[in-house]
């Protein structure tokens, strides 16, 4: 989390255990939850990561930062745009006619996150990492800037995140989309200082809305036939 190492991984702890119990649950009662069930743990490694920009800045460690940025921004700018319409893309049933939109999006998501993870890996020079308001940035570079605006990127970006479970054939998935879009609004009206870790802090809190949803096995109501 963007305020300190310590809340980073106590974040990460209760993430990655719930994340864990509720992926060994989704095995269990339908492998379709499984990629779901696995965000919350993802998002826990996600905010180990940033845990150790922390002790790199604290500690004047450029290289301590500079591992645990590129983890950081792995799941940020890489992974995140791919697994949300991926999983939806698995959960959505197989005659629906959106199933391939969802696919297609995973496709564009791969194609996208490459455009703005590779760059940093090739260039340490572009991982900039900032203490602003006794927050972490990572705003000041990103590759896709010389290609086009940053509002741009952005929207792309909110659109692979948010659309797919707005278009899903089931009403807890539009809920969970409600529920980013919920994330998206507080992090650009409060917290443009540290947007992207901010936004990441409160999009790994928002998983938990899918621990609900595979708990009390949502799904099963809309289409029995497959999770019955």
């Given at each position: 989390?963007?305020?300190?190492a310590?809340v980073?991984?106590?974040?990460?702890?209760?993430?990655?255990?719930?994340?864990?119990?509720?992926?060994?649950?989704?095995?269990?009662?339908?492998?379709?939850?499984?990629?779901?069930?696995?965000m919350?743990?993802?998002?826990g490694?996600?905010?180990?990561?940033?845990?150790?920009?922390?002790?790199?800045?604290?500690?004047?460690?450029?290289?301590?930062?500079?591992?645990?940025?590129?983890?950081?921004?792995?799941?940020?700018?890489?992974?995140w745009?791919?697994?949300?319409p991926?999983?939806?893309?698995v959960l959505?049933?197989?005659?629906?006619?959106r199933?391939?939109?969802?696919?297609?999006?995973?496709?564009?998501?791969?194609?996208?996150?490459?455009?703005?993870?590779?760059?940093?890996?090739?260039?340490?020079?572009m991982?900039?990492?900032?203490?602003?308001?006794?927050?972490?940035?990572?705003?000041k570079s990103?590759?896709?800037?010389?290609?086009?605006?940053?509002?741009?990127?952005?929207?792309?970006?909110?659109t692979?995140?948010?659309l797919?479970?707005?278009l899903?054939?089931?009403?807890?998935?539009?809920?969970?989309?409600l529920?980013?879009?919920?994330?998206i609004?507080?992090?650009i009206?409060f917290?443009?200082?540290a947007?992207?870790?901010?936004f990441?802090?409160?999009?790994?809190?928002?998983?938990?809305?899918?621990?609900?949803?595979?708990?009390?096995?949502?799904?099963?109501r809309?289409?029995?036939?497959?999770?019955?």
């Amino acid at each position: 989390m963007c305020l300190s190492a310590q809340v980073s991984f106590a974040a990460s702890v209760f993430l990655v255990g719930g994340g864990t119990a509720i992926s060994i649950v989704a095995w269990r009662r339908n492998k379709r939850y499984l990629p779901l069930a696995l965000m919350p743990l993802f998002a826990g490694l996600q905010q180990f990561t940033e845990g150790f920009v922390w002790v790199g800045m604290n500690g004047s460690d450029p290289l301590t930062v500079l591992w645990g940025a590129m983890g950081f921004i792995f799941f940020t700018w890489f992974m995140w745009p791919i697994w949300v319409p991926f999983s939806v893309y698995v959960l959505e049933p197989d005659d629906s006619p959106r199933k391939r939109l969802f696919r297609l999006m995973a496709l564009i998501g791969l194609a996208f996150g490459l455009l703005l993870y590779i760059p940093h890996g090739l260039n340490s020079s572009m991982v900039v990492v900032e203490i602003n308001n006794q927050s972490l940035a990572y705003e000041k570079s990103m590759w896709l800037d010389f290609m086009m605006p940053r509002w741009l990127t952005n929207t792309i970006y909110v659109t692979l995140i948010t659309l797919p479970p707005a278009l899903s054939h089931y009403k807890h998935m539009r809920h969970f989309a409600l529920t980013l879009v919920a994330v998206i609004v507080v992090d650009i009206a409060f917290l443009q200082f540290a947007y992207i870790s901010f936004f990441c802090l409160l999009a790994g809190l928002a998983t938990l809305h899918l621990v609900y949803i595979i708990l009390t096995n949502k799904c099963a109501r809309e289409c029995p036939e497959l999770f019955a």
